[in-house]
């Protein structure tokens, strides 16, 4: 059996830490937007630019950060 391999996080630790103190600290954390709105933009962007591998993961925090269903599919599904 072929060995697993790294994460892009434990090959590059220090992008991990980037993400974790800037992304998810700093511009998460800002005031200016709700955590709703930022994560409704985010599926709305990545719907936008058709990268549905990525999607996974902000649309459960979207629906953690109390996004609703119906614009979630409105969002991708707007044409």
Known sequence: MAAKKPTVYEFIP????????????????HPDLSKR????????????LYRTDERRGPIHRALDNRGRRPELHGMINHR
């Open 37 to 48: 709105d930022r994560s409704l933009i985010t599926v709305a962007m990545l719907a936008a």
């Open 14 to 29: 220090k992008l991990g830490q980037l993400r974790d103190d800037v992304l998810f600290g700093d511009v998460w954390e």
